[in-house]
């Protein structure tokens, strides 16, 4: 094809795909190409504009290593991460929601018994973290992995700290035989996206802040269920209404309880400083069974 102009270069582009022989990467592939040309001609897009879209993207792409996930800020500020969260995680009322992943989980973060300190020398008030993991049913969930992370009071997460050697506010836990879990920790903070790249930039120039209301992140998987990734935000906070990455749904706002110092702690002695408790009981999903293959 010659001559391709502004408004056959989308039929060309589809005709020079033709031949994708993965049905879903050739869906993918046009829907794409499709949008893309649309949105284009919808506004107009000049060549400096052009131009701008694709050094922002190259430095997303220069900011991003394992530590710092810049694309995924990028889709968790655009809101696509919240879209296709939500649109894959759709369960009936009264499971727990899911909510977005974000970029600070981390695979090797140490294992812990009910009951301890996952704090690990972080600094925050404390808070005591207690719930249920349950099915279907409402019959408990044992041996279930709990992972838990979270940032600091200064709403830091271990990984954003390089003077530290150790991971802090994270970790590993199982449910006990009666889907119970709990645990030490200490309060999480509202946090800012990290900022000092692109995306912040970005969200400057759209007039957006980067705060996250305070939230406490899990994820939960056990065999024949569908894994559960998902945070408890803090009720009262700030944010709640303006997250940087639209994450909150009102079923996963829990109350943190303040305890005055004095007040007695789960062992009936009395804490000599003000403390927090917080419960929040899970509800997974039984795995979707696969469908089955089609008999002649
Ligand atoms: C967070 O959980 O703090 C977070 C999530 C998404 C993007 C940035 C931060």
Same mark, same amino acid.
Request: hydrophobic letters at 35%; glycine letters at 8%.
């Given at each position: 094809?010659?001559?391709?102009?502004?408004?056959?270069?989308?039929?060309?582009?589809?005709?020079?795909?033709?031949?994708?022989?993965?049905?879903?990467?050739?869906?993918?592939?046009?829907?794409?190409?499709?949008?893309?040309?649309?949105?284009?001609?919808?506004?107009?897009?000049?060549?400096?504009?052009?131009?701008?879209?694709?050094?922002?993207?190259?430095?997303?792409?220069?900011?991003? #290593?394992?530590? *710092?996930? @810049?694309?995924?800020? &990028?889709?968790?500020?655009?809101? +696509?991460?919240? $879209? !296709?969260?939500?649109?894959?995680?759709?369960?009936?009322?009264?499971?727990?929601?899911?909510?977005?992943?974000?970029?600070?989980?981390?695979?090797?973060?140490?294992?812990?018994?009910?009951?301890?300190?996952?704090?690990?020398?972080?600094?925050?008030?404390?808070?005591?973290?207690?719930?249920?993991?349950?099915?279907?049913?409402?019959?408990?969930?044992?041996?279930?992995?709990?992972?838990?992370?979270?940032s600091d009071k200064d709403g830091f997460? #271990?990984?954003? *700290?390089? @003077?530290?050697?150790? &991971?802090?506010?994270?970790?590993? +836990?199982?449910? $006990? !035989?009666?889907?119970?879990?709990?645990?030490?920790?200490?309060?999480?903070?509202?946090?800012?996206?990290?900022?000092?790249?692109?995306?912040?930039?970005?969200?400057?120039?759209?007039?957006?802040?980067?705060?996250?209301?305070?939230?406490?992140?899990?994820?939960?998987?056990?065999?024949?269920?569908?894994?559960?990734?998902?945070?408890?935000?803090?009720?009262?906070?700030?944010?709640?209404?303006?997250?940087?990455?639209?994450?909150?749904?009102?079923?996963?706002?829990?109350?943190?309880?303040?305890?005055?110092?004095?007040?007695?702690?789960?062992?009936?002695?009395?804490?000599?400083?003000?403390?927090?408790?917080?419960?929040?009981?899970?509800?997974?999903?039984?795995?979707?069974?696969?469908?089955?293959?089609?008999?002649?």
């Amino acid at each position: 094809m010659v001559n391709i102009d502004e408004w056959t270069i989308t039929k060309a582009v589809l005709d020079a795909q033709r031949g994708c022989t993965d049905p879903r990467l050739k869906t993918l592939l046009d829907s794409l190409v499709t949008h893309l040309h649309d949105f284009a001609r919808e506004v107009r897009l000049s060549e400096s504009e052009w131009r701008a879209g694709i050094q922002f993207l190259t430095e997303v792409g220069r900011f991003t #290593d394992s530590k *710092r996930q @810049e694309f995924i800020l &990028l889709s968790d500020t655009l809101g +696509l991460s919240t $879209l !296709v969260t939500a649109q894959n995680n759709c369960k009936p009322e009264g499971f727990t929601e899911s909510t977005v992943f974000g970029p600070f989980f981390v695979k090797d973060a140490p294992w812990y018994d009910n009951g301890e300190d996952i704090a690990n020398g972080a600094h925050g008030e404390p808070c005591f973290v207690n719930g249920t993991v349950k099915d279907n049913e409402g019959e408990p969930i044992s041996d279930a992995h709990i992972a838990v992370w979270q940032s600091d009071k200064d709403g830091f997460y #271990d990984v954003q *700290r390089p @003077e530290l050697s150790r &991971l802090q506010a994270r970790g590993n +836990l199982r449910s $006990l !035989v009666d889907g119970r879990f709990y645990f030490k920790s200490i309060v999480a903070a509202p946090n800012p996206i990290p900022n000092d790249g692109p995306v912040g930039r970005m969200l400057s120039a759209a007039g957006r802040h980067p705060w996250r209301p305070a939230h406490l992140h899990f994820m939960i998987t056990a065999p024949g269920y569908e894994p559960l990734i998902t945070h408890i935000f803090r009720d009262k906070g700030p944010y709640l209404d303006s997250d940087a990455v639209f994450g909150v749904r009102s079923s996963l706002i829990a109350d943190w309880e303040r305890h005055d110092a004095g007040s007695a702690l789960a062992n009936g002695t009395p804490s000599s400083i003000p403390y927090y408790t917080l419960r929040y009981d899970f509800k997974l999903f039984r795995a979707r069974p696969l469908a089955r293959a089609q008999t002649p």
